[in-house]
């Protein structure tokens, strides 16, 4: 089965810690992407990334960090820096060739900081 | 900042009717519009997108696109409960060399049996 998978679903971390969040996809897409969801506003982009060992910043970077070292692999660290980090956080790839670059979107991780 | 606006709703239709989504957005220069479903608590999933104007059929749902007004719409035929989500408008624009797509806040759509 091809897909995007992210992992936990579910995270519970105290004020202070930085975590991790997990993002894999076997479509061989080139780009991948990291959204944040908060209740009521649409998706903000953290972090995207079209090729391996290249990433960018997207709207919202501060608190977070990125890597991508392999193709099918997009971790999220959010740092404690990071303000407001209770959200729920999107992974996304694509491909980048064609017209349309659709995106598809893994299962999200809701994470919960107190 | 490119923008993507959309009436957040709730947009009520009664089962069996037509359900009309809009959306409009800033860059005359966008390329490609999508439309996602996301069901609550869940991640979005795409339906369908567009790239040239006109209309672009797939099942029941039909996307609608007119550049010259920067708007793009979505048609669901025969609604259904199950059709009961939010729908998000996106767009992908070209910036610095790389592709990005702008989401709006999505419209959330209420099927009534």
């Known amino acids: 089965d091809g897909g995007i998978t992210q992992s936990p679903k579910y995270l519970f971390r105290k004020e202070g810690q930085n975590v991790t969040l997990s993002c894999e996809q076997n479509?061989?897409?080139?780009?991948m992407y990291w959204y944040r969801q908060d209740p009521g506003q649409g998706l903000r982009l953290i972090y995207y990334?079209?090729?391996?060992?290249?990433?960018q910043k997207g709207d919202i970077a501060e608190g977070y960090s990125v890597s991508r070292e392999k193709k099918e692999s997009f971790p999220l660290t959010v740092t404690s820096a990071q303000k407001n980090p209770t959200a729920f956080y999107l992974c996304?790839?694509?491909?980048?060739?064609?017209?349309?670059?659709?995106?598809?979107f893994g299962p999200g991780t809701r994470l919960t900081v107190t | 900042q490119k923008e993507v606006e959309q009436n957040s709703g709730p947009l009520s239709v009664p089962e069996g009717a037509i359900a009309s989504l809009n959306c409009t957005y800033s860059?005359?220069?966008?390329?490609?519009f999508f439309w996602y479903r996301q069901y609550s608590g869940k991640s979005p999933e795409l339906i369908m997108f567009?790239?040239?104007?006109g209309d672009k059929e797939d099942g029941r749902f039909t996307a609608q696109l007119n550049k010259a007004s920067q708007y793009v719409s979505l048609l669901i035929r025969d609604s259904q409960p199950s059709d009961s989500a939010t729908y998000l408008c996106?767009?992908?624009?070209?910036?610095?060399?790389?592709?990005?797509?702008?989401f709006g806040i999505g419209t959330k759509l209420q099927v009534i049996p």
């Open positions: 996304a790839s694509s491909t980048t060739s064609g017209a349309s670059y659709e995106q598809y």
């Open positions: 479509l061989n897409h080139d780009a």
């Open positions: 990334s079209q090729i391996v060992n290249d990433f």
């Open positions: 860059d005359r220069g966008s390329q490609s």
């Open positions: 567009i790239y040239s104007n």
């Open positions: 996106a767009v992908k624009y070209s910036s610095g060399g790389y592709q990005k797509v702008t």
